[in-house]
């Protein structure tokens, strides 16, 4: 009897397991697989980019550009507005992109020859890839997206803890048995993968966080605030959209005089501090905001803004990486690696495989609840989910508050769901009365 009992406890405990696997399955797979593909698209911006806009990305290098007032009066006019930001490549032979904002508010994208102010084209403000970055983050349906996201990812990482919990309960099998008609197939070739792909998916979960709603909101601003991600500025107005590196987005920006200073004065001054070849400038937007310069976004170590007063040219404030607090280096090293910019091809193809592995999960799971047959299709936690189980589930949803919300719904449901049938299995039990 007391040697059974432990076994007993353990078999317990694993189908717990599973019931919070299945759930938080059920829950996300869609979103992963949206995820995945989004991802895979957004790892290889610059090809993609090459074949969209093929016939207006390349210029003849070898002339002398104009100097960035002129360039952006000349696109304006064109264009139909106020040049707001101006991009210039790290290669000699591919277009700048320069923003122009219209006389409606609305923003467009331009694909410049600096050489001669000649627009190739437009397209909607960051172009296709901006669309694919949108589409990965759900920004495209507002909060709901953003919180979306932040389940889902929370949800990834029940995912990956339980299903290796499992595999490992199961028999630690590394291979693919059975043939593709068969539930055995699927179900290693679902544990197979979890298990090569399982700390990179976490990785993925993990370092996307700080984007989020709730949690990401709440990290940024407690870097912001204990002075972790940057020199302390001075006080100022909040940053525009600017594409700026994690550790500044919640800073305040530097503020200095009415814009006298030109464009091209601002960049040389941004030169002067070890400005990268390839930068974006980006216009004050109000009086008494700085010209903004930054690195484009790549490796962590690369990360560089210089803040350049427009109303005398002084450079207000120079912030590189080595300038941020260990907290935002750690998460700026996890954003870089998250979309494979910070050990060239081999760290995309790394996370590439991870999308893939993604991809494949989403896909063998259900084809492996359903050949599990009707008897395994309506698990779902309930009152057998132990105590330490649930503790651990706890403090999960504690750390990434709206995760914790879903698993309070999913438990609650499990419940009444469970309660529901026991009731009904009572009355069905009890002997019909008869006169």
Known sequence: MSSSRPAALAAELQRAVWRWHFVAGVLVLPF???LAVTGALYLYKPEIERQVYADWIHVTPGRPTFPL???ATRVGATVGGAVTQVQKPAVLDESWRVTVRRSDGSLRMAFVDPHDAHVFGTT???????????LHSLALAGWIGNWLIEIAAGWSIVLVVSGLYLWWSRGRTVAVRGRPAGRLFWRDLHATTGLFAGGLILFLAISGMPWSAIWGRNVQAG????????PTAPTGQAHAEHDL????????????GAPRVSAEMALTAARAHGM???WTLTWPASPGSPYLVSATLGPSGAAHVVYVDAGTGRVLQ??????????AQVIEWSAAVHQGKEYGEANRLVMLFACAALALLTI??????????PRGRTTLPDARTGAGLLAIMAVAGVIFPLTGLTMLAALAYGRVAAWTGQASRARNSCPSSTT
């Open 245 to 256: 590196p994690w550790s500044l987005q919640q800073h305040a920006m530097p503020m200095g």
């Open 318 to 327: 120079d912030a590189g990486f080595g300038d941020f607090g260990r907290p």
């Open 276 to 278: 990268a070849p390839d």
């Open 32 to 34: 992963l697989l949206w």
């Open 364 to 373: 063998s799971a259900p084809v492996m609840w359903w050949k599990r047959g």
């Open 124 to 134: 909607n403000a960051g172009g296709v890839m901006q669309t694919v970055k949108h």
């Open 223 to 230: 870097v912001a605030g204990a002075g972790w991600g940057r």
């Open 69 to 71: 007032d002129t360039l």
